[in-house]
């Protein structure tokens, strides 16, 4: 039985890979031979990686890829994508050359308002006594935050508003200071809250110092803490074009398509079980810009999910309809980026991926990264209506399914071609490996079934 180690986090890297590796794996040197040869071979870089989190062992790589063609508001980009599902960037790619000959995407940030509360509980009686209080001293939570809010009200930003809020229809004693913020070109979750605990200090020193008019009853801070559900910091992406040129080129007519389109997108808005597929692929667009740029895509994630429940029931994230003679297709949701701060300067991909956009501010990265999810969306959409979405991911995931049968170069060039006309399925690319290893031509291999391995894309 392994024993608990104490102090493993104040051992050298060495000593940390020493004993996880004589502990936790049957072949020790070949486990040190991958981890080192995920190591940087630039010492300074691979010094930097090692030091963004605790107990740093070696690298996790991602493949990070381009999308180009992207026209958004008049303006071509390549946009960086950090995934390691097969056809995302494929599917991206497709969309923006879709929508390239129709217009483009156009997209506008709505609001850029987030939120962070100092959590606390009081007991008293008198809410009006607790409400005066706090308005009488709302000013000295600005005053006594000056400090740390000074460099961000010089770009710009700072501490919009602060409101006492009553929670205790949902927990006894329940109260919260609900703050705003404008943190410019920063996702501003350090900003936040440490202007946030600086409010709690002050409420405390507010209710000591009225300990008679709030009966005597102290408040207690329970935590004091950004949201990451950003409602009020809001993007929207939308295409559009005449539905006769839609033209989309499966055959389906572009009617058809425009109704079977719809009707896909108000499935997923009335059916939650879909609606979470259908928001997962979004966000497999989503999720891979964040990456690439350095934000946090599980922040995204929550907020994405929380804004598709606002009204009670989990729904879809994008919309269709039909304006006149025109579709449209579009997203509104709430997407709190950074482009400064963070490892934005200092991950060399991160900073590779910012130049490659422009180095866009906060809201330009928030209009591109909505356009990726809805690229992403129209083009999952799309194939599920017409020629379904396993051809096209399959094809993407046969390299996969190579690799792990350890393929040649060569190999993979002759079954890549002749899998171009047939269904990609493991079982069928198994049989073709199989008959092209024992010397036989690829004429009369399987090219169907149901069943495959690794990850399946999701839409």
């Not at 497999?284 to 804004?307: L, Q």
């Not at 190579?402 to 060569?410: F, H, K, W």
Request: contains cysteine; glycine residues 8%; charged residues 20%.
């Amino acid at each position: 039985m392994i024993k608990p180690i104490k102090g493993f986090s104040k051992l050298s890297k060495q000593a940390k890979i020493e004993w996880l590796l004589s502990q936790y794996t049957q072949d020790a040197e070949s486990s040190l031979e991958m981890l080192s040869g995920y190591w940087h071979n630039k010492q300074e870089v691979q010094k930097l990686h090692d030091e963004f989190i605790e107990n740093t062992i070696s690298n996790y790589y991602m493949p990070f890829g381009v999308a180009p063609n992207f026209l958004i508001n008049g303006k071509m980009y390549a946009i960086p994508m950090a995934i390691e599902e097969s056809s995302v960037v494929a599917a991206a790619s497709k969309a923006a050359n879709f929508w390239l000959d129709r217009g483009g995407f156009q997209a506008k940030v709505i609001s850029t308002i987030k939120v962070g509360h100092v959590h606390f509980i009081w007991e008293g009686h008198n809410t009006d006594a607790l409400q005066q209080v706090f308005d009488t001293h709302r000013e000295r939570f600005f005053a006594n935050s000056e400090d740390i809010t000074k460099n961000m009200r010089a770009r710009g930003g700072g501490v919009l508003d602060i409101q006492l809020v009553d929670k205790t229809a949902l927990e006894q004693g329940y109260y919260q200071l609900e703050a705003r913020f404008e943190t410019c070109d920063s996702m501003g979750a350090n900003f936040i809250n440490s202007c946030l605990e600086s409010f709690a200090h002050t409420w405390l020193s507010i209710a000591q110092e009225n300990a008679e008019v709030l009966e005597n009853t102290p408040v207690q801070v329970v935590m004091s803490i950004l949201s990451n559900f950003t409602p009020e910091c809001l993007v929207r992406a939308e295409v559009r074009c005449k539905i006769d040129e839609i033209n989309e080129g499966s055959g389906i007519g572009n009617q058809e398509f425009v109704d079977k389109f719809r009707r896909a997108i108000r499935i997923a808005s009335v059916e939650p079980y879909r609606a979470v597929t259908h928001n997962k692929g979004i966000m497999n667009g989503i999720d891979a810009v964040v990456i690439a740029t350095g934000n946090d895509f599980r922040a995204t994630e929550a907020c994405a999910h929380a804004y598709a429940a606002k009204e009670g029931r989990y729904s879809s994230l994008t919309h269709a309809a039909v304006e006149g003679d025109e579709f449209v297709f579009w997203i509104e949701l709430p997407l709190s980026l950074g482009s400064v701060g963070g490892i934005t300067s200092l991950h060399p991909m991160v900073k590779f991926a910012h130049e490659l956009l422009g180095y866009p501010g906060a809201q330009e990265l928030m209009l591109i990264t909505a356009v990726a999810g809805l690229a992403q969306n129209f083009s999952a959409v799309r194939s599920l209506i017409t020629s379904g979405i396993q051809k096209g991911h399959m094809k993407m995931h046969l390299l996969n399914i190579l690799n792990q049968l350890e393929a040649t170069d060569e190999e993979k060039v002759q079954i890549v071609e002749y899998f171009k006309d047939k269904v990609v399925s493991f079982s069928a690319a198994v049989e073709a490996f199989t008959q092209l290893r024992g010397g036989h031509a690829l004429n009369q291999v399987a090219s169907s079934g149901s069943s495959h391995g690794g990850t399946t894309s999701t839409h």
